[in-house]
Nanobody, 123 residues
Framework: VQLQASGGGMAQAGDSLSLSCVNS????????MGWFRQAPGKDREFVAG???????KTYAESAKGRFAVSGDNAKSIDLHMNNLKPEDSAVYYC??????????????????WGQGTQVTVSS
């Protein structure tokens, strides 16, 4: 499995950014994918996830109402981020969990990780 994340960059508060992650390696019949982020000095935290069918989407409280996740059964996952805030600044990681269940919010449950993409939001 090779997860390649892209789309990060710099934005101002209130702007929108979209992140994409493509799995260019092994494919799965079913798998969930998720986005996590890690700000300097903080633990990596769950942002949003989607199950293999696309029917079940999970969001962190900080993402609800502002972020939207979409995906294609472990082949790719996108994160559309609206109304960005400075506190959204972090390195964003995509991850894959080989499961038929909804995406977990726990880092330990994910089997594969992408390299991360930086998002910086200025006020």
């Amino acid at each position: 499995v090779q997860l390649q994340a892209s789309g990060g960059g710099m934005a101002q508060a209130g702007d929108s950014l979209s992140l994409s992650c493509v799995n260019s390696g092994r494919t799965f019949t079913v798998a969930a994918m998720g986005w996590f982020r890690q700000a300097p000095g903080k633990d990596r935290e769950f942002v949003a996830g989607i199950d293999w069918s696309g029917d079940h989407k999970t969001y962190a409280e900080s993402a609800k109402g502002r972020f939207a996740v979409s995906g294609d059964n472990a082949k790719s996952i996108d994160l559309h981020m609206n109304n960005l805030k400075p506190e959204d600044s972090a390195v964003y990681y995509c991850a894959l969990e080989a499961t038929s269940s909804p995406a977990s919010t726990f880092e330990k449950d994910y089997d594969y990780w992408g390299q991360g993409t930086q998002v910086t939001v200025s006020s």
